[in-house]
């Protein structure tokens, strides 16, 4: 059966514009322009995806966004929103208000049926996950940076954001003992930090007292941050972390960790706790030695090969930079994604308090760490 598309715009040249296209690839095309029009068909027509202007005659179509959300058997019916206001402003409230995609107008037919295509694609494999029973226990990815300085904090702010903009429950642990930069991503202060729960025996480290400590952001997402002071600097011991580690795992759909570089009994810990390790790297021959160091340290620590996935961070000109394939090679593991560094974005991000894959959803750097985070959900986690 062709999959259900409703096109909702007070404008029938554009209702026309997007549904052709669409009804060529196949699919069952039906329209709305008004929002109270819309919020109906949903209810009757059932539609498998919703393409949504913000500017309607009734009603907004951020107010239509938080109606659809708000009902239960609807909050994960996927949603574009299709629009000519293209400040950031814009764009974040659309997206804070339960949108998948934000697309400014004019668009090419072309990128539409593409979008259609992958939300639809990405939507089917979430919903698939969660039917798994196998699936359901939180899974805890640690991210470590081959050396100081790739870009591991700026890549776990992204990347927890953008699962938790897929409707994940997530937790990023930025698990060091020293100041923590992780708040500066979202315009943070928090009171309760990593050091409140280093002071706890590991049988009081239990969900009270570690949601007492997580801070909430708009994106869903919540965090638990490094220490903010110097007075609150101290190491975790491996069975704390074990047991933080088990109780947010036992509470969400992913723990994010941020763990620092320099290997520490914490960090080893967090590291055969995790599913999924990524090792960030940057595709330069000291960075490659590095990352072979950290190869060899974590099979030492008996982390499971098959856990091990490369992120490569890429901060140099293409002709100078190492292949995925033999950084591949030399690491022995397979590199999950390459992210071209994208610095005046990254700054824009930080200054606002706004990660990248939401601040500014269109561009390269954004795209790729939304695939990325796609192919973290995909991925088999590795057994224990």
Known sequence: MAEKILIVDDQALMLRMIGLPLEQEGFTVVTAMTGAQALQQIQADRPDLVILD????????????????????????????????????????????????????PVDPKEIVARVRGLLARTHRLRQTAADPSARQGRIITLIGVKGGVGTT???????????????????????????????????????????LAELAPSHINAANVSACLQPTPQGLHLLLGPQRLKDYREMQPEQVTALLTTLANQTDFVVVDLPHMPSTAGRAALRA??????????????????????????????????????????????????????????????????????????SALTIGIPMVQSAPATLVASTLAEMADRIVALKPAGR
């Open 274 to 347: 995790a599913q999924t390790v990524l090792a960030v790297v940057e595709p330069e021959p000291s960075a490659v030695a590095a990352g072979q160091a950290l190869v060899e340290l974590l099979g030492a620590w008996s982390i499971p090969a098959q856990a091990l996935k490369v992120v490569v961070v890429n901060r140099i000109q293409a002709a100078l930079a190492q292949s995925p394939s033999e950084i591949e090679r030399a690491l022995g593991c397979g590199v999950l994604g390459t992210i071209t560094a994208a610095p005046d974005q990254a700054l």
């Open 54 to 105: 913000l500017v309607l005659p009734d009603t907004s179509g951020i107010e239509v966004c938080h109606r659809i959300r708000q009902t239960p058997t609807l909050v994960d019916l996927p949603l574009i929103i299709l629009s000519g206001q293209t400040d950031l402003s814009a764009k974040i409230q659309g997206l804070e208000a339960g949108a998948d995609e934000y697309v400014t107008k």
């Open 154 to 196: 700026t890549l776990t702010a992204n990347l927890a954001t953008s699962l938790a903009l897929r409707r994940h429950r997530v937790v990023a642990v930025e698990l060091r003992p020293y100041y923590g930069t992780l708040a500066r991503h979202f315009k943070l202060s928090p009171t309760a930090t990593l050091s409140t």
